[in-house]
Protein backbone atom coordinates (compact mmCIF):
# COMPACT_ATOMS: atom_id res chain seq x y z
CA UNK A 1 0.00 0.00 0.00
CA UNK A 2 1.33 3.30 -0.93
CA UNK A 3 2.19 5.70 1.89
CA UNK A 4 -1.03 8.99 2.57
CA UNK A 5 -0.56 12.02 3.74
CA UNK A 6 -1.86 11.22 7.31
CA UNK A 7 -4.90 13.49 7.24
CA UNK A 8 -7.88 13.08 10.39
CA UNK A 9 -11.72 13.67 9.33
CA UNK A 10 -14.36 13.03 11.09
CA UNK A 11 -18.22 14.92 11.28
CA UNK A 12 -21.30 15.51 13.25
CA UNK A 13 -24.97 15.99 12.48
CA UNK A 14 -26.98 18.85 13.55
CA UNK A 15 -30.15 17.06 14.62
CA UNK A 16 -30.16 19.03 18.29
CA UNK A 17 -28.83 17.75 21.68
CA UNK A 18 -25.28 17.38 21.21
CA UNK A 19 -24.95 15.43 24.06
CA UNK A 20 -21.82 14.37 26.49
CA UNK A 21 -21.52 10.39 24.01
CA UNK A 22 -20.94 13.53 21.31
CA UNK A 23 -18.39 15.02 23.69
CA UNK A 24 -16.43 12.74 25.08
CA UNK A 25 -16.99 9.91 21.90
CA UNK A 26 -15.43 12.36 19.19
CA UNK A 27 -15.73 16.13 19.71
CA UNK A 28 -13.02 15.92 22.83
CA UNK A 29 -11.13 13.59 20.85
CA UNK A 30 -10.77 15.82 17.74
CA UNK A 31 -9.87 19.04 20.06
CA UNK A 32 -6.48 16.44 20.74
CA UNK A 33 -6.34 15.26 17.22
CA UNK A 34 -5.32 18.79 16.36
CA UNK A 35 -1.85 18.99 17.70
CA UNK A 36 -0.86 15.90 15.78
CA UNK A 37 -2.51 16.11 12.00
CA UNK A 38 -3.52 18.22 9.88
CA UNK A 39 -8.06 17.77 10.45
CA UNK A 40 -10.75 18.11 9.26
CA UNK A 41 -14.12 18.81 10.83
CA UNK A 42 -17.49 18.70 9.45
CA UNK A 43 -21.26 19.40 10.33
CA UNK A 44 -22.74 16.67 8.19
CA UNK A 45 -25.56 18.32 7.17
CA UNK A 46 -26.57 16.07 4.05
CA UNK A 47 -26.74 13.49 6.76
CA UNK A 48 -29.16 14.91 8.93
CA UNK A 49 -31.61 15.29 6.23
CA UNK A 50 -32.30 11.31 5.87
CA UNK A 51 -34.84 12.41 8.46
CA UNK A 52 -37.20 14.86 8.34
CA UNK A 53 -35.59 18.15 9.71
CA UNK A 54 -37.15 21.87 9.73
CA UNK A 55 -35.65 23.99 7.91
CA UNK A 56 -34.94 26.81 10.11
CA UNK A 57 -33.87 24.55 13.02
CA UNK A 58 -31.46 23.63 10.83
CA UNK A 59 -29.93 26.36 9.73
CA UNK A 60 -29.89 26.49 13.60
CA UNK A 61 -28.37 23.50 14.64
CA UNK A 62 -25.77 23.80 11.99
CA UNK A 63 -24.08 26.90 13.70
CA UNK A 64 -24.94 25.24 17.01
CA UNK A 65 -22.56 22.25 16.22
CA UNK A 66 -20.45 24.53 14.84
CA UNK A 67 -20.22 26.43 17.80
CA UNK A 68 -19.52 23.43 20.14
CA UNK A 69 -16.57 22.52 18.20
CA UNK A 70 -15.05 25.95 18.41
CA UNK A 71 -16.36 26.53 22.02
CA UNK A 72 -14.70 22.53 22.61
CA UNK A 73 -11.45 24.04 21.13
CA UNK A 74 -11.10 23.37 18.31
CA UNK A 75 -8.97 25.99 16.13
CA UNK A 76 -10.34 27.27 12.80
CA UNK A 77 -7.22 28.83 11.87
CA UNK A 78 -5.70 25.61 12.14
CA UNK A 79 -8.50 23.14 11.48
CA UNK A 80 -10.73 23.01 8.81
CA UNK A 81 -14.01 23.38 10.01
CA UNK A 82 -17.23 23.80 7.64
CA UNK A 83 -20.63 22.17 6.93
CA UNK A 84 -20.58 18.80 4.18
CA UNK A 85 -23.45 21.00 1.99
CA UNK A 86 -21.06 23.41 0.77
CA UNK A 87 -18.61 21.46 -0.72
CA UNK A 88 -20.36 19.69 -3.69
CA UNK A 89 -17.95 17.03 -3.94
CA UNK A 90 -19.23 14.71 -1.20
CA UNK A 91 -22.57 14.64 -3.19
CA UNK A 92 -20.68 13.51 -6.23
CA UNK A 93 -18.50 10.88 -4.47
CA UNK A 94 -21.08 9.56 -3.15
CA UNK A 95 -23.20 8.91 -6.31
CA UNK A 96 -20.08 6.67 -7.49
CA UNK A 97 -19.49 5.19 -4.46
CA UNK A 98 -23.28 3.80 -4.95
CA UNK A 99 -21.89 2.44 -7.73
CA UNK A 100 -19.17 0.61 -5.97
CA UNK A 101 -21.12 -0.26 -2.84
CA UNK A 102 -23.20 -3.72 -2.70
CA UNK A 103 -26.40 -3.93 -1.95
CA UNK A 104 -25.74 -7.05 0.49
CA UNK A 105 -23.14 -5.12 2.28
CA UNK A 106 -25.78 -1.99 2.99
CA UNK A 107 -28.22 -4.58 4.11
CA UNK A 108 -25.74 -5.94 7.06
CA UNK A 109 -26.13 -2.15 8.56
CA UNK A 110 -27.15 -2.28 12.02
CA UNK A 111 -27.60 1.30 12.42
CA UNK A 112 -29.81 1.65 9.17
CA UNK A 113 -32.19 -1.06 11.41
CA UNK A 114 -32.19 0.45 14.11
CA UNK A 115 -33.35 4.08 13.25
CA UNK A 116 -35.53 2.62 9.98
CA UNK A 117 -37.21 0.75 12.75
CA UNK A 118 -39.97 -1.38 12.25
CA UNK A 119 -41.52 0.96 9.23
CA UNK A 120 -38.63 0.02 6.77
CA UNK A 121 -40.75 0.80 3.89
CA UNK A 122 -41.02 4.36 4.78
CA UNK A 123 -37.68 5.21 5.78
CA UNK A 124 -36.09 7.45 3.39
CA UNK A 125 -33.59 6.31 0.68
CA UNK A 126 -31.05 8.18 2.07
CA UNK A 127 -31.21 6.62 5.67
CA UNK A 128 -30.46 3.95 3.98
CA UNK A 129 -27.60 5.05 1.60
CA UNK A 130 -25.99 7.33 4.59
CA UNK A 131 -22.78 4.82 5.12
CA UNK A 132 -22.25 5.44 1.45
CA UNK A 133 -22.21 9.22 1.80
CA UNK A 134 -20.17 8.35 4.89
CA UNK A 135 -17.15 6.98 3.39
CA UNK A 136 -17.27 9.24 0.37
CA UNK A 137 -16.82 12.10 2.82
CA UNK A 138 -13.80 10.67 4.55
CA UNK A 139 -12.30 9.34 1.38
CA UNK A 140 -13.26 12.79 -0.60
CA UNK A 141 -10.37 13.99 1.15
CA UNK A 142 -8.28 10.70 1.32
CA UNK A 143 -8.37 10.82 4.58
CA UNK A 144 -6.17 7.94 6.71
CA UNK A 145 -7.94 8.43 10.46
CA UNK A 146 -11.61 9.11 11.77
CA UNK A 147 -12.18 9.74 15.57
CA UNK A 148 -15.30 7.85 15.91
CA UNK A 149 -17.52 6.45 18.76
CA UNK A 150 -18.14 2.77 18.74
CA UNK A 151 -21.68 3.16 17.18
CA UNK A 152 -19.59 4.28 13.86
CA UNK A 153 -17.56 1.06 13.54
CA UNK A 154 -19.31 -0.87 11.06
CA UNK A 155 -19.75 1.91 9.07
CA UNK A 156 -16.23 2.40 8.85
CA UNK A 157 -15.51 -1.00 7.63
CA UNK A 158 -17.69 -0.11 4.96
CA UNK A 159 -15.75 2.80 3.90
CA UNK A 160 -12.69 0.15 3.69
CA UNK A 161 -14.51 -2.18 1.98
CA UNK A 162 -15.43 0.11 -0.75
CA UNK A 163 -12.20 2.05 -0.79
CA UNK A 164 -10.64 -1.23 -1.52
CA UNK A 165 -13.21 -2.04 -4.49
CA UNK A 166 -12.37 1.21 -5.95
CA UNK A 167 -9.23 0.61 -6.26
CA UNK A 168 -9.87 -3.34 -7.24
CA UNK A 169 -11.99 -2.16 -9.39
CA UNK A 170 -9.85 0.15 -11.31
CA UNK A 171 -6.63 -1.04 -10.38
CA UNK A 172 -5.74 -0.77 -14.59
CA UNK A 173 -6.69 3.45 -14.52
CA UNK A 174 -5.18 4.23 -11.27
CA UNK A 175 -1.96 2.59 -12.03
CA UNK A 176 -1.81 4.43 -16.11
CA UNK A 177 -2.92 7.67 -14.64
CA UNK A 178 0.29 7.49 -12.06
CA UNK A 179 -1.49 6.94 -8.72
CA UNK A 180 0.28 3.73 -8.31
CA UNK A 181 -1.32 0.92 -6.28
CA UNK A 182 -4.23 2.62 -4.94
CA UNK A 183 -6.05 5.78 -5.25
CA UNK A 184 -7.81 5.52 -1.67
CA UNK A 185 -6.02 4.82 1.53
CA UNK A 186 -7.40 1.60 4.12
CA UNK A 187 -8.99 4.73 6.32
CA UNK A 188 -8.00 3.66 10.85
CA UNK A 189 -10.54 4.35 12.76
CA UNK A 190 -9.72 5.89 16.39
CA UNK A 191 -12.33 4.46 18.38
CA UNK A 192 -10.98 3.91 22.18
CA UNK A 193 -10.86 5.52 25.22
CA UNK A 194 -13.14 5.02 28.73
CA UNK A 195 -15.85 6.98 26.64
CA UNK A 196 -16.02 5.47 23.12
CA UNK A 197 -20.06 4.28 24.08
CA UNK A 198 -21.22 6.58 26.42
CA UNK A 199 -24.42 5.09 27.57
CA UNK A 200 -27.94 6.30 28.62
CA UNK A 201 -27.88 7.87 32.44
CA UNK A 202 -31.46 5.84 32.22
CA UNK A 203 -30.32 2.78 30.97
CA UNK A 204 -26.87 1.60 31.05
CA UNK A 205 -27.88 -1.05 28.16
CA UNK A 206 -28.72 1.79 26.22
CA UNK A 207 -26.36 4.10 24.23
CA UNK A 208 -26.68 7.38 24.96
CA UNK A 209 -28.30 9.26 22.07
CA UNK A 210 -30.00 12.90 20.75
CA UNK A 211 -33.14 10.67 19.77
CA UNK A 212 -33.74 9.49 23.23
CA UNK A 213 -37.31 10.80 24.56
CA UNK A 214 -36.13 11.07 27.68
CA UNK A 215 -33.86 14.46 28.44
CA UNK A 216 -32.69 12.41 31.67
CA UNK A 217 -31.07 9.97 29.40
CA UNK A 218 -28.30 12.38 28.42
CA UNK A 219 -26.43 15.38 29.86
CA UNK A 220 -26.32 18.28 26.99
CA UNK A 221 -23.53 20.23 26.09
CA UNK A 222 -25.96 23.38 27.02
CA UNK A 223 -27.57 21.92 30.71
CA UNK A 224 -26.81 24.36 33.33
CA UNK A 225 -24.98 23.31 36.05
CA UNK A 226 -28.38 22.49 38.01
CA UNK A 227 -29.35 20.69 34.71
CA UNK A 228 -26.67 18.66 35.13
CA UNK A 229 -26.33 18.13 39.10
CA UNK A 230 -30.39 16.81 38.64
CA UNK A 231 -29.54 14.49 35.80
CA UNK A 232 -26.42 12.79 37.58
CA UNK A 233 -28.29 12.98 41.06
CA UNK A 234 -31.22 10.77 39.29
CA UNK A 235 -29.09 8.69 37.13
CA UNK A 236 -29.84 4.51 37.61
CA UNK A 237 -27.23 2.63 40.03
CA UNK A 238 -27.45 -0.28 41.41
CA UNK A 239 -27.52 -0.77 45.37
CA UNK A 240 -23.57 -1.58 45.59
CA UNK A 241 -20.51 1.04 46.54
CA UNK A 242 -18.17 1.45 43.65
CA UNK A 243 -15.63 -2.15 43.23
CA UNK A 244 -11.69 -1.50 43.60
CA UNK A 245 -11.33 -3.35 40.60
CA UNK A 246 -12.67 -2.66 37.23
CA UNK A 247 -13.47 -6.36 37.21
CA UNK A 248 -16.10 -5.70 39.50
CA UNK A 249 -18.24 -3.35 37.03
CA UNK A 250 -18.83 -6.19 34.82
CA UNK A 251 -22.47 -6.80 34.57
CA UNK A 252 -22.90 -3.23 36.24
CA UNK A 253 -23.72 -1.56 33.26
CA UNK A 254 -24.68 1.91 35.06
CA UNK A 255 -21.72 1.89 37.45
CA UNK A 256 -19.49 0.97 34.58
CA UNK A 257 -20.81 3.93 32.69
CA UNK A 258 -20.59 6.33 35.30
CA UNK A 259 -16.73 5.28 36.05
CA UNK A 260 -16.10 5.68 32.05
CA UNK A 261 -17.47 9.35 32.08
CA UNK A 262 -15.72 10.58 35.07
CA UNK A 263 -12.36 9.16 34.01
CA UNK A 264 -12.48 10.59 30.41
CA UNK A 265 -14.16 14.00 31.73
CA UNK A 266 -10.54 13.64 34.14
CA UNK A 267 -8.50 12.00 30.70
CA UNK A 268 -7.45 8.84 33.47
CA UNK A 269 -8.51 5.39 33.02
CA UNK A 270 -11.14 3.65 34.89
CA UNK A 271 -8.46 2.22 36.96
CA UNK A 272 -7.43 5.53 38.06
CA UNK A 273 -10.97 6.28 39.15
CA UNK A 274 -10.82 2.96 41.29
CA UNK A 275 -8.22 3.49 42.94
CA UNK A 276 -9.71 6.81 44.37
CA UNK A 277 -13.04 5.98 44.82
CA UNK A 278 -13.13 1.74 45.56
CA UNK A 279 -15.53 1.35 48.10
CA UNK A 280 -17.52 4.23 47.74
CA UNK A 281 -21.47 5.42 47.92
CA UNK A 282 -23.11 6.51 44.96
CA UNK A 283 -24.43 9.33 46.54
CA UNK A 284 -19.90 10.49 47.14
CA UNK A 285 -19.11 9.25 43.73
CA UNK A 286 -22.38 11.01 42.39
CA UNK A 287 -21.46 14.54 44.17
CA UNK A 288 -17.59 14.38 42.93
CA UNK A 289 -18.90 13.65 38.70
CA UNK A 290 -21.04 16.33 39.23
CA UNK A 291 -18.46 19.09 40.52
CA UNK A 292 -15.92 17.38 37.47
CA UNK A 293 -18.92 17.40 35.04
CA UNK A 294 -19.93 20.75 35.68
CA UNK A 295 -15.85 22.49 35.72
CA UNK A 296 -15.35 20.65 32.26
CA UNK A 297 -18.75 20.84 30.84
CA UNK A 298 -20.02 24.45 31.91
CA UNK A 299 -17.31 26.58 30.28
CA UNK A 300 -17.90 25.27 27.14
CA UNK A 301 -22.28 25.41 27.40
CA UNK A 302 -21.27 28.88 28.04
CA UNK A 303 -18.60 29.66 25.16
CA UNK A 304 -21.40 28.08 22.73
CA UNK A 305 -24.19 30.63 23.59
CA UNK A 306 -21.76 33.01 23.73
CA UNK A 307 -20.59 32.26 19.81
CA UNK A 308 -24.30 31.17 18.53
CA UNK A 309 -25.58 34.94 19.78
CA UNK A 310 -22.71 35.91 16.66
CA UNK A 311 -24.58 33.78 13.40
CA UNK A 312 -22.33 36.27 11.05
CA UNK A 313 -18.61 34.75 12.79
CA UNK A 314 -20.20 31.45 12.26
CA UNK A 315 -21.21 31.65 8.82
CA UNK A 316 -17.59 33.37 8.01
CA UNK A 317 -15.94 30.64 9.75
CA UNK A 318 -17.94 27.78 8.13
CA UNK A 319 -17.35 29.96 4.69
CA UNK A 320 -13.86 29.63 5.16
CA UNK A 321 -13.75 26.24 5.82
CA UNK A 322 -15.45 25.06 3.07
CA UNK A 323 -12.99 26.91 0.61
CA UNK A 324 -10.08 25.17 2.15
CA UNK A 325 -12.22 21.84 2.47
CA UNK A 326 -13.11 22.22 -1.62
CA UNK A 327 -9.42 23.38 -2.45
CA UNK A 328 -8.35 19.56 -1.30
CA UNK A 329 -11.30 17.55 -2.36
CA UNK A 330 -11.73 19.35 -6.25
CA UNK A 331 -8.23 17.64 -7.56
CA UNK A 332 -8.80 14.62 -5.71
CA UNK A 333 -12.50 13.97 -6.98
CA UNK A 334 -11.44 15.36 -10.65
CA UNK A 335 -8.74 12.54 -10.55
CA UNK A 336 -11.73 10.14 -9.59
CA UNK A 337 -13.37 11.22 -12.41
CA UNK A 338 -10.62 10.44 -15.03
CA UNK A 339 -10.22 6.89 -13.08
CA UNK A 340 -13.75 5.94 -13.75
CA UNK A 341 -13.62 7.70 -17.39
CA UNK A 342 -15.70 10.51 -17.63
CA UNK A 343 -14.72 12.49 -20.49
CA UNK A 344 -13.85 16.18 -19.04
CA UNK A 345 -14.99 19.44 -19.99
CA UNK A 346 -11.76 21.34 -21.63
N1 LIG B 1 -23.26 7.54 23.18
C1 LIG B 1 -22.15 7.82 22.51
N2 LIG B 1 -20.94 7.50 23.02
C2 LIG B 1 -19.80 7.78 22.34
N3 LIG B 1 -19.79 8.40 21.14
C3 LIG B 1 -20.98 8.73 20.60
N4 LIG B 1 -21.32 9.34 19.44
C4 LIG B 1 -22.68 9.43 19.36
N5 LIG B 1 -23.24 8.90 20.45
C5 LIG B 1 -22.21 8.46 21.24
C6 LIG B 1 -20.36 9.80 18.47
O1 LIG B 1 -20.60 11.18 18.22
C7 LIG B 1 -20.23 11.47 16.87
C8 LIG B 1 -21.32 12.25 16.21
O2 LIG B 1 -22.52 11.50 16.18
P1 LIG B 1 -23.61 11.92 15.13
O3 LIG B 1 -24.10 13.26 15.41
O4 LIG B 1 -23.10 11.74 13.78
O5 LIG B 1 -24.82 10.93 15.25
P2 LIG B 1 -25.22 9.72 16.07
O6 LIG B 1 -24.11 8.77 16.29
O7 LIG B 1 -26.38 9.18 15.35
O8 LIG B 1 -25.63 10.41 17.44
P3 LIG B 1 -26.82 9.97 18.32
O9 LIG B 1 -26.83 10.78 19.54
O10 LIG B 1 -26.84 8.51 18.53
O11 LIG B 1 -28.07 10.40 17.45
P4 LIG B 1 -29.38 9.59 17.19
O12 LIG B 1 -30.14 9.61 18.45
O13 LIG B 1 -30.04 10.37 16.09
O14 LIG B 1 -28.99 8.22 16.79
C9 LIG B 1 -19.93 10.14 16.18
O15 LIG B 1 -18.52 9.98 16.14
C10 LIG B 1 -20.54 9.14 17.11
O16 LIG B 1 -19.85 7.90 17.06
Known sequence: MPAFKELVFSGVQPTGNLHLGNYLGAIKRFVTMQAQYDCLY?????????????????TRQIREVTAA???AGIDPARSVVFNQSQVPQHAEL????????????LNRMTQFKEKAGKDRENASVGLYDYP????????????THVPVGEDQKQHLELTRDIAQKFNNDFAGAIAEQGHGEAFFPTTEPLIGGPAARVMSLRDGTKKMSKSDPSDYSRINLTDDADGIAQKVRKAKTDAEPLPSETAGLEKRPEADNLVGIFAALNDVSREDVLRDYGGAQFSAFKGALVDLA????GPIGAEMQRLVADPGHIDAVLANGAARAEAI???????????????RRR
Open 42 to 58: CVVDLHAITVWQDPAEL
Open 69 to 71: FLA
Open 94 to 105: AWIFNCVARLGW
Open 132 to 143: VLMAADILAYRA
Open 294 to 297: VAKL
Open 329 to 343: AAPNIAAVKDIVGFA
